[in-house]
């Protein structure tokens, strides 16, 4: 079993047993997380450094932040730890090319929950795990998986750049697209999924139903999506019943339940009981929430919608979503692709019709 899990050492291991000094390559929110790690592993930090654009006698945490040219410049050999998401090519590119001089490691911290993914925590769910290897539909999709698994353990990018899949391989070779498609988008953002659907589809589509909780979010979908009766938005959190949720007001994309600072309250809504008919193409996107928003729209996935959901938010959402939409509906087929994205994130499961 997990034949496909190659690497056994935990990146936090290595870090705690390396002779090398280690540094942090990032602030922020990130870098924050990994410290925390780092003070439960007892990993020594042996500074900060970031982008030579954002030096400017910058200090966090008590250290003073770096240039990797002047860290370079006093040190021969060293561990750069990456705190911050690569999500554009050139960034990317920059990262991969500090990688060929030094080791580089991107420790997969979940967005939402606290577990981290280990080797100890696929072997606690090793008969999960599997499951989900032995039901995908081609074996881009389990080298995809494998691929992903071993970067979250090891935090080597290596894995990422092996399996990125290009977004335009999404809508019309996994996702095929009718003329009368019923499209929900559950965490809807600014509307950059939403314009992407209607793209691939030219236009002809039967309705959009676009769900965003954030505020601030919701005036950028309002703004950059077309006024039309095809197009239904909602300021809501997309969930398994009715209520009320306080969520950051002030943060992006990444709008959490109970975060820091200001909240708001949002109402949260049911797909299933915000939209009567049967949507035929479901997106999840909701920041952690995923398994409240599918079992909210149980009875669109049992009517064969055909989805496209995160699985890179919480730890378990691995291998839990997956079973999750495959109990509900057990006649769909699953794929997983990797998209340009450093760590993890941009891992999606797309689910459709056999």
């Known amino acids: ?65 770096h240039t990797l040219s002047q860290i370079e410049a006093l040190i021969d050999d060293f561990v750069i730890v990456l705190a911050f998401a690569a999500g554009y090519q050139s960034l990317y590119d920059r990262i991969n090319e500090i990688a060929k001089r030094h080791i580089l490691l991107a420790p997969d911290v979940p967005v939402a929950g606290e577990t981290l993914f280990t080797y100890k925590y696929c072997q606690k769910n090793a008969e999960k795990i599997q499951s989900v290897y032995d039901m995908l539909a081609d074996e881009k999709s389990r080298q995809t998986y494998a691929d ?20 335009e391989e999404i809508y019309g070779r996994i996702i095929h697209l009718g003329e009368n498609e019923i499209f929900a988008d559950l965490g809807a953002y600014n509307g950059d999924t939403a314009a992407e659907f209607m793209s691939a589809c030219n236009s002809n589509f039967c309705h959009l139903y676009a769900f965003e909780p954030n505020p601030k979010n919701f005036r950028k979908l309002t703004k950059n999506l077309p006024e039309s009766d095809k197009i239904t938005l909602f300021n809501a959190a997309a ?116």
Not at 294 to 323: Q, T, V
């Open 148 to 167: 992903v698994i071993n970067f979250k353990i090891s935090g080597k990018i290596e894995y990422l750049n092996r399996c990125t899949s290009p977004k």
């Open 239 to 354: 969930g398994r019943e009715s209520g009320i949720v306080k969520i950051s007001a002030n943060e992006g994309r990444m709008s959490r339940a109970g975060g820091s600072g200001k909240t708001v309250e949002i109402p949260i809504v049911p797909l299933d009981e915000a939209v009567p008919e049967s949507v035929t193409v479901l997106k999840l996107d909701v920041e952690g929430g995923e398994r409240e928003a599918i079992m909210g729209a149980r009875r669109h996935i049992e009517n064969g919608a055909k989805i496209l959901c995160s699985l890179y938010h919480r730890s378990e959402d691995m291998f839990d979503l997956p079973l999750l939409i495959k109990s509900i509906n057990p006649e769909l087929k699953f794929y997983i692709r990797h998209q340009l994205y450093i760590p993890a994130w941009e891992t999606n499961l797309y689910a459709v019709r056999e």
């Open 1 to 65: 079993m997990l034949d496909f899990i190659t690497e056994k050492t935990d990146c936090w291991d290595y870090l705690k047993s390396t002779d090398l000094p280690v540094f942090i390559y990032g602030m922020g929110d990130g870098a924050l997380k990994i410290m925390s790690v780092f003070e439960l592993y007892g990993i020594p930090l042996a500074g900060f450094f970031a982008s030579d654009e954002f030096v400017r006698g910058h200090t966090f945490q008590g250290h003073l932040v």
